[in-house]
Structure formats: C-alpha cells, structure tokens
C-alpha cells in the first residue's frame, strides 16, 4: 500500500545516517591501527619506536636494565657525598640579599620587604647584617598609692598556710593585723610603643619576639621606715607573700634555659591574677578590704567628660520621652497622668499646675456635627474607638519598651566612666568591685595595668613609704640565633626589668592604743576647789575593728577605760590524721575589755586670761611611762573635725554591729566574684554591705589565651 505524502528519502533516512556513521568509524580504525599502504604499527618503549611485533623483547630489555641498576652498589652521581646543616643553611639563605619587594599600603608608611629588615615606622630600610637593636628598658611603674586595712585573719587559713604567715601574726588570737595594700600601675601601652618605635637609628623589635611572651613575672616592691631623727632607713625588699603564687626565685635561678620558656609563660597565664594583684587573706573581722586607689577620682580627659556630658543630656532626652508616653498610657486607660508623673507642685517641672489666667482652647464636643444639622448625633460609636485606642495601646507600649532599653544602654556607659544619669558618682556599693581584665601585655586593650601588694611586717607607730619596679620577659632571650653577632649579648637572661617608680607618699600606721583629749580644765582652788581633770577618748584596734571608751583623768590618772564588746569567740585549730588543720572547739570571750594606754596626766594650764570655762587649754601627759613629758594644745570639742578622729570613730560604731565569721566560711575567705561571659563580674553579684562585709579581693578575670 503507497504511502501518501511521505517522500523516499523521508522513509529511509535513517539508513543514511547510519552509512555515514559506519564509514567515519571505518576511517578512524584504518588511521589508528596504520593500515593504510606505506605505513608500519610501532609503539615507544623507553626512548625507542619499536614495531609492535618486537615489543615483548625490548619491554624484556629494558626492565633487565633497571633490575641491573637497582642491585647496583653505585650511587647515582647526582647524590651528594654529606648534607648540610639544615638550621646553619637556613640561617645563610636568610642573610643573603634578595631583590627588594617594595609594597604599597595605604595610610601607612611604605615597607621594605626582602633582603633589608621590615619596618612599619619611617627609620630607613637597613640590611640584615646592619640591624640595630636598642636595649628594651620598659617604662617605671606609677608612684604607687597606699592604704592601711585592718582586720582579724582566719586562724584556719593561717593555720593552712603554715608558719611562714604565722609568724607574720600575733602569738595567740585574735590575729589582728594592720597591713598597708600598695598599688601602683604599669603603662603597658608605653612599653609596646617602645618595643615598635625605638627611635632613630634603631630597629623595632620583631612582633614575634615578644607578642604573647613579653609579660610581667613578678613586681618587686620595697619599703622604708622613718626614723625618730627624721631620716628614712634602708630600703627592704618585700617577699612575696606566704602561700600566694610567685615565680621570683625561679627567675633568679642562674640555669634557666630558652627551653623553659613555654613553661614559664604557661604559668604567667594560668597565675596572672596572682603575679599581678595578689588576694588579700581571708579574715573573721573587719571591714572590707578595698585596693589603695579606690575612691580616688582621677582628672578625666577632655574627650571622656564630653562624652559624659552628652550622655547625660541623651538620658534626660530619653526620660522626657518616657514620661510622655507614660501620661498617654495613663490617659488611654482613663487614669489621668501615671505614677511616674512629676509633682506639680515641683518647680523645676514643665507639666505643672496651668495658671488661671493662661489662655486655653475650647474643647470639641463628640456631637459636633449635629450642631450643625447633619447626622452624628449622640454618642460616638463605642466598637470603632475602643479598637483604636487598644492599637493606640499597644504601639504606645512597644514605644515604652524601647525607650527602656535606650536609657538602659546609656546608663551602662556612663557607668563605665563612674557616674550615673545625671552624671554624678556612682554610690560606693556601685564601685566596690574591681573589674580590670588580666589581659597580656601585647593586647592594645591593656592600657594600664594594676598592680598591687600587701605588706604585713609593718609595725604600728612607725610611717612608711613604698615604690615598685616590675621584671617582664626578655624579648630577645631564646633568639640569639636571629641577632647579628654583635648583638647577640642583647639575648642573654629570662628577665628584663623597669626603673624604679617614684616613691610614695608617706603612710602612717596608727598605735595599737590611739587617744584623743576632747577638753580639759586647769585647777582653780582659790574660787571653786577645782582639780585640774580631762575627758579622753581611747581607742584600741581589737578584733578586726577599733573599740572606742570615754574616761575622765585628773592628774596622775593612766588613760584607761572599760569597753562593751558584742559576741566574741576564738577558735581551737587542731589537725587530722593527715596534718590537714580544721576548726575545733569555740571559746566565747568576755563582754568588755579593758583598754590600758601607757600615757598619764600630767596637769592642766589654763591660757593668760582665761577661767575656768575657758575652751583652750595646754595639757601635760606622761608618756612612755613617764620617760617623756609631751604639752598638747586642748580646744574643747575640737576633736570631732578631725579626720583621723572620724575614722576611728566609724569603725568603732561598724564593730559594734558586725557579724564573726566562722573560720573558713565564704564570708571568711577571699573570693573572685563570678564573672560573665565579658570577663566582668557579674551584675547580680552581691556587693559588700557593713553588716556581712566581704573581704573578697577580686581581679580581673583571664581572657582567651594568648598565642606564644
């Protein structure tokens, strides 16, 4: 049957390509297998065409040839005969000139890269071999600051610690000490500019030489006392403290190899807070101990106080909004103006009473439109307007809220300066932690650091003063193989060390018995039969405080007097099996005590002119027991001005309230606050109060490790 409409090449196409396929497949087998007239089948075995049916020989050949080579006890002359040392050649490539890569930086000065030593600064590129280094000298430390804590210390931490602190203590509790904190602070920022810029005509020091190993090991502070002729002593090093971290007598080791070097900067790290701000020791009374500069307000740079100053004036904006919206929340619910409305009566408040006379705006009633004729009246349709006002409501609300969190995040950076929202100092609870980070040196975010100490040898009566050096890490120990020949003496020693700061000013530490004359009255035995008498007020350090008792002396009277104490007790201090000491037996003590002062009244002289009701007196005393005669100028009442007065005075009423800790409780020992995830102390960490004050020493916590 014919097909219709289909053509033959239509219905045989598919032969046709097939042919074509079949013949293009022919011509590529005849070229690749050679066939074609003229042409030989070779393949290529080593170096050499060999036809295809003797290729099985020469294959046979030529792995022959190679088994020969391979038992062959020649080596290939391309091996050399001895090899070099790896560290030696390494050493020569890097001190042979290479061409010079020149690289462009934008805002930072040109560097050389290649056969001169690189440099960010503007000293001019110098070859390897024309290096010159500075001795690294690291800034002195700030004239350190002082303050005197007393307290009562915990027999049981004594008591662990061992005879080293016990012979810094009284023989028998309470142990009642008077130590001086000293505190001074270490430019870190300045020491890295020194390292990187050390003038003209030297080369900075390599970041790898001392980023993540230049730190400070130890900090040495010393002492000297003032003498009855008024000439200071001798200066005494302090030791370090009994059973607190130090690396100084392994420092001092003259064998110290570059090998240890990772172990000792791994110990700097893992101790830091210890090497830098040793805690002081745990106490069963006293008041909190607070670090020297504590409560001092430094002058503030120009750009911090306006900053503060504009800060101040955005929290004031922000609590203007606040409120603002407050009263409309107050309105919308039907409440007038909300709590948090200012008083009208204040006159600094923009929101007060309208004054009678002051022109107001006529109010529009719902029903305006009816006065006119049109529809709309009675009341406004309720359905409609309660919706509004709930979404009028909501978006209010969602405008409080993030109010709130403007003002929150202002106030947090105000409080990094000290100051609150009205740019005044924070309260003393607000301060009262010390949260400076234990960051490396090689950090740009540490800028000064603290460092601090406590001296527990002084003696009560005598006035001291202090100063400080710090010993960091060589930057160039352990690399002697990098320094010019010249130079390489720059390697030699674990420690480098800084000046000396400036010395402190003078600390006094008061008596164990302190007395104060309030008033005092010569004798008058013409007119009145008066003997000459005094009012003192005496005060004695006792159990972490200062106990205070009033008396009257005639002439002849030692200055004593009975004081009320609240409850006392001391503790038995015994030992396990295992030498581990632990808390015995309580002992209460007696309500009062007596306070004895060596000092006696001598007489009372009345000024020219003066009676018997006169307000300034001269007093005479014994002291020492009558080796010494002193004449004290007595203006009755006087004594409440005095600051040292004050103080005393204070702690004598703190004592009063003040719990005992038990021996080794957490009150008792000195605690690290628990940090957040910033590396601060946490916001709901509890603050030191007067009833239940922690003696807690807190540091700043470590941050990530540094790379070494």
């Known amino acids: ?345 204040d006159p600094r408040s923009d929101r007060g009473q309208d004054d009678e006379n002051e022109y107001h705006w006529p109010s529009i009633p719902r029903t305006w439109r009816a006065q006119f004729g049109g529809g709309g009246g009675g009341p406004a349709p309720t359905t409609p307007t309660r919706d509004r006002d709930a979404e009028r409501l909501k978006a209010l609300e969602a405008r409080l809220e993030l109010l709130r969190k403007q003002e929150q995040s202002l106030l947090e950076e105000l409080k990094t300066f000290g100051v609150d929202g009205e740019g005044k100092l924070l309260d003393a609870a607000e301060q009262s932690k010390f949260t400076e980070p234990l960051d490396s040196l090689s950090q740009p975010s540490s800028l000064r650091v603290t460092l601090w100490t406590h001296d527990l040898a002084v003696i009560p009566g005598k006035t001291y003063r202090y100063r400080s050096r710090v010993t960091l890490t060589n930057p160039f120990f352990g690399q002697e193989a990098q320094l010019p020949a010249d130079q390489r003496s720059l390697a030699q020693g674990l420690t480098i060390m800084s000046e000396f700061s400036p010395w402190s000013e003078p600390v006094f530490v008061e008596p164990k018995v302190v007395y104060f004359v309030r008033n005092a009255s010569p004798a008058d035995n013409a007119a009145f039969n008066v003997e000459a008498r005094a009012s003192v007020d005496l005060f004695e350090f006792y159990f972490g405080y200062w106990r205070r008792a009033s008396a009257n002396v005639n002439p002849g009277d030692a200055f004593s007097a009975i004081v009320d104490l609240p409850e006392l007790k001391t503790w038995e201090i015994t030992r396990d099996d295992s030498g581990a000491p632990f808390v015995g037996e309580a002992t209460e003590l007696e309500k009062s005590r007596r306070i004895m002062s060596d000092v006696f009244l001598l007489d009372v002289a009345g000024l020219p002119g003066g009676g018997p009701q006169q307000r300034v007196s001269e007093v005479y005393l014994g002291l020492d027991g009558g080796s010494r005669i002193a004449m004290r100028t007595v203006e009755s009442g006087a004594i409440d001005k005095d600051p040292i007065y004050a103080l005393l005075r204070d702690s004598a009423d703190k004592g009063k309230q003040a719990i005992l800790r038990e021996p080794g409780s957490a009150l008792a020992q000195g605690k690290t606050p628990p940090a957040s995830d910033s590396g601060f102390p946490a916001d709901d960490q509890p603050l030191p109060t007067d009833e239940k004050p922690d003696n807690s020493t807190p540091g700043g916590l470590p941050t990530a490790p540094e790379p070494f």
């Open 1 to 345: 049957m014919k097909l219709k409409g289909i053509s033959t090449i239509e219905r045989h196409i598919e032969k046709l390509v097939l042919l074509v396929f079949s013949l293009v497949l022919a011509f590529v087998l005849v070229q690749q297998l050679e066939l074609l007239p003229g042409s030989e089948t070779t393949i290529k075995v080593g170096a050499q065409d060999v036809p295809i049916d003797q290729a099985p020989l020469a294959v046979r050949d030529v792995a022959q040839a190679k088994l020969a080579q391979l038992n062959s006890d020649r080596l290939d002359e391309r091996i050399p005969p001895s090899l070099d040392n790896p560290a030696e050649l390494f050493v020569q490539k890097l001190r042979q000139p290479t061409p010079t890569l020149r690289l462009a930086s934008l805002a930072q000065p040109q560097v050389t890269i290649g056969g001169t030593y690189a440099s960010g600064g503007e000293s001019p590129s110098v070859p390897m071999g024309q290096v010159v280094f500075a001795q690294v000298s690291p800034p002195a430390p700030s004239a350190p600051l002082t303050r005197v804590h007393g307290c009562a210390i915990d027999p049981l931490a004594a008591a662990e610690i061992g005879p080293e602190l016990l012979a810094m203590l009284p023989p028998s509790q309470p142990y009642d000490v008077r130590a001086v904190s000293v505190e001074t602070r270490f430019d870190a920022e300045q020491f890295r500019q020194m390292l990187a810029s050390p003038g003209e005509g030297l080369q900075p020091v390599p970041p790898n030489f001392w980023q993540g190993r230049s730190e400070i090991l130890d900090v040495e502070f010393v002492r000297q006392e003032l003498g009855s002729d008024g000439q200071w002593s001798d200066e005494t090093l302090l030791n370090p403290l009994p059973g607190r971290f130090s690396m100084r007598e392994s420092l001092n080791a003259s064998d110290v190899e570059p090998s240890k070097l990772r172990e000792i900067l791994t110990n700097e790290r893992a101790q830091r807070g210890a090497i830098r701000r040793p805690d002081f020791y745990s106490f069963v009374s006293g008041e909190s101990w607070l670090w020297p500069s504590y409560g001092i307000v430094e002058a503030r740079d120009p750009a911090d106080q306006d900053r503060i100053d504009l800060l101040v004036r955005q929290v004031r904006d922000v609590r203007d909004d606040v409120q603002r919206v407050l009263d409309q929340i107050a309105k919308l619910k039907g409440g007038g103006k909300s709590d948090n409305a200012p008083d009208q009566n």
